[in-house]
């Protein structure tokens, strides 16, 4: 059974079920399988980690409410907690644990900023620090992508768009 | 033609000429945010900001049936009334707001980005 992971959303799966998503351009999606446990965990992030100055910003403003930064889930930073949190509650093992990175492209170069390039970096740097081991990437570019995890066997499949 | 309204979004061809016309937005968009910083009180600027955001707001609402065509749709708009009322004088340009639209800008070009991989 596919289950489709939309932007900023976390899914975890066992057994014989597969986490998908689309539409990956300089988003990141970070993937966890225990193969031992054959339980899995997808994340579709957005951006690195909320900016410290986001938090000190006048609190008054209404424009807050309705911004799409609001959900953490939407971090890579704390994505990757909230990740371990639910694998590790489903008896997952942390030293088992294989995270993939899909995506992170820069969709349009002539702009400034690549924030894609800023998403696998700070992944890179996050999983370091939590000891994960990192056994698979398909990263940067200026393709999209979109990607399908098996969870069972852990195997990721990557299709980029032309 | 899609047979009904609300096929756009889900139409490839539909989504590739949103794409390309969105990401001329956001280019303007960006020489203009920059631009505003030195000249906070140009009501022409403004109006062609507005302008700009107008425009995606619409082009994204026409993209019925995505999801990511309607956070687009409610960012632009979110940049657009808070243009207005800088260009209305109801608030000052300050770096803190140039700022907040630089930040929605941000979310801009990540969520066009992903329309652009599916």
New interface residues.
């Given amino acids: 059974m596919d289950r489709e992971v939309?932007?900023g959303e976390i899914e975890v799966a066992k057994d014989d079920e597969n986490l998908v998503a689309?539409?990956?351009?300089?988003?990141l999606v970070i993937t966890f399988c225990d193969p031992k446990q054959k339980i899995g965990a997808l994340a579709h992030t957005?951006?690195p980690a909320r900016r410290m100055s986001f938090e000190v910003?006048?609190p008054k403003d209404e424009?807050r409410k309705?911004n799409?930064?609001s959900s953490d889930t939407r971090y890579a930073d704390t994505a990757i907690d909230e990740m371990l949190k639910r694998i590790e509650a489903l008896g997952a093992k942390r030293e088992n644990i294989e995270a993939k990175l899909i995506g992170g492209?820069n969709?349009?170069p002539?702009?400034?900023?690549d924030?894609g390039e800023d998403n696998i970096s700070y992944a890179r740097e996050k999983l370091k620090s939590a000891g994960i081991k990192l056994v698979g990437e398909c990263v940067g570019g200026s393709?999209?992508?979109?990607m399908e995890f098996f969870v069972p066997s852990g195997i990721v499949t990557v299709k980029m768009?032309f | 033609m899609p047979e009904k309204k609300g096929s756009f979004g889900q139409d490839a061809q539909y989504r590739k000429l949103f794409v390309e016309e969105a990401?001329k937005f956001?280019?303007e968009l960006?020489r203009g945010l920059a631009q505003l910083r030195g000249h906070p009180e140009s009501t022409d600027l403004l109006n062609e900001l507005r302008r700009f955001t107008h425009t995606l707001k619409g082009n994204a609402s026409m993209m019925e049936g995505d999801?990511?065509c309607a956070?687009i749709r409610?960012?632009a708009e979110?940049m657009q009334l808070?243009i207005e009322e800088l260009r209305d004088g109801k608030k000052k340009v300050s770096g803190?707001i140039v700022d907040?639209l630089l930040?929605d800008l941000?979310?801009l070009?990540?969520?066009?980005?992903?329309?652009?991989?599916?």
């Fill in positions: 939309h932007m689309s539409g990956i351009g300089s988003c957005m951006l910003r006048n424009r309705t799409y930064k492209a969709m349009f002539a702009l400034k900023s924030i393709q999209g992508r979109s768009k | 990401e956001l280019k960006e999801r990511t956070e409610k960012i979110k808070l803190e907040f930040e941000g979310g070009k990540i969520l066009v980005g992903s329309v652009a991989s599916k």
